[in-house]
């Protein structure tokens, strides 16, 4: 397992400013990224890997790691994220209701 100081650097590599220190006082607790750490540390700890969801990844994809923080899923593709939503209707169709 690496330690506390690691972790926190790996996280901080891998997540997006906006979504771990850039949260820090910005009406979010004064240490929102060591919440974030501390969290996905314990969820290292007992269940052998972590994730990063792909809104949170400087990559755009979800990215899996171990306990020695080596990626899982390096050939995983872009995360196809709209910048704009996409109407209802190109989901479902366009027949009347």
């Known amino acids: 397992m690496p330690t506390y100081?690691?972790?926190?650097?790996?996280?901080?590599s891998y997540y997006l400013h906006s979504r771990f220190e850039g949260r820090n006082s910005q009406?979010?607790?004064a240490d929102y990224s060591h919440c974030v750490v501390r969290s996905a540390y314990d969820y290292l700890t007992l269940?052998?890997?972590?994730?990063i969801s792909m809104y949170e990844s400087r990559t755009a994809t979800a990215i899996?790691?171990?306990q020695q923080l080596e990626i899982l899923n390096?050939?995983?593709?872009?995360?196809?994220?709209?910048k704009k939503a996409g109407r209802l209707t190109a989901?479902?169709?366009s027949s009347a209701w």
């Open 5 to 12: 100081e690691e972790f926190y650097e790996f996280l901080k």
């Open 74 to 82: 390096l050939d995983e593709p872009p995360g196809q994220i709209q």
């Open 64 to 66: 899996k790691y171990n």
């Open 47 to 51: 269940h052998e890997v972590g994730w």
């Open 27 to 29: 009406g979010w607790d």
């Open 91 to 93: 989901i479902i169709g």
